[in-house]
């Protein structure tokens, strides 16, 4: 059957090809769209159960809250993380598709409601406070998970406020290595022929770009 065809604009779109976009809405009734030559042909109205209340809405606010989500350089796969709490959801597209690969809950998204009615919300004091910045390879995805309480991140003397560590995960969701610096870091990149992660570190609030080397 034909694909009604959506007049919502999307938040984002990414270039997959010449002719292919994936379109990212991030709504509670269309999550992702699939555009091809101008014309919609696939959409992705899911959302992972990740919360007691299971209502989509809430789950795209979650999602929607300082949430990211990246292409992998193939364009063969991506994910979607949060802020709130750590959920992972991971897809393969695959003939202008997109296919479930796995749905990850690493912290419980705890959050405080600022609105019912609209689905609006912010994190608290339970809030365990989850990816801060992904960056992704063919092979696998680099971040930063802080895992900070939310009223610890409320003190004004907060000394660690960003993790220092560099979580590596497969796209399969499973944690592969963990990298431990003695920088805290709220943005990362990597060189990957050279092997080499550019992370920018924070210290009394001044920044400083430092290099990781991943060669042993």
């Not at 555009?35 to 159960?49: G, M």
């Not at 963990?178 to 992370?199: F, G, P």
């Amino acid at each position: 059957s034909p694909i009604e065809l959506s007049t919502i604009y999307p938040q984002e779109i990414i270039k997959l090809d010449s002719n292919n976009y994936l379109c990212c809405h991030r709504l509670p009734q269309l999550r992702y769209s699939i555009q091809e030559d101008n014309e919609e042909k696939f959409q992705y109205t899911n959302y992972p159960q990740v919360e007691e209340r299971n209502i989509p809405a809430f789950t795209a606010a979650i999602l929607n809250y300082a949430g990211q989500y990246r292409l992998s350089p193939d364009h063969t796969k991506f994910l979607e993380v949060s802020y709130i709490g750590a959920i992972m959801d991971l897809f393969k597209i695959e003939k202008n598709k997109m296919i479930p690969i796995k749905t990850r809950l690493i912290y419980y998204p705890y959050y405080k409601v600022i609105d019912e009615l609209n689905a609006q919300i912010t994190w608290d004091d339970a809030t365990k406070i989850g990816f801060e910045c992904i960056y992704t390879t063919n092979s696998h995805i680099y971040s930063l998970l802080n895992g900070i309480i939310g009223y610890e991140l409320k003190n004004p003397n907060i000394q660690e406020p960003y993790t220092k560590n560099i979580s590596i995960f497969d796209w399969e969701g499973n944690p592969k290595t963990l990298i431990q610096t003695d920088h805290m870091m709220n943005a990362l990149c990597l060189d990957e022929a050279k092997q080499i992660i550019y992370a920018l570190a924070y210290n009394k609030g001044e920044h400083a770009l430092v290099k990781i080397s991943l060669k042993k």
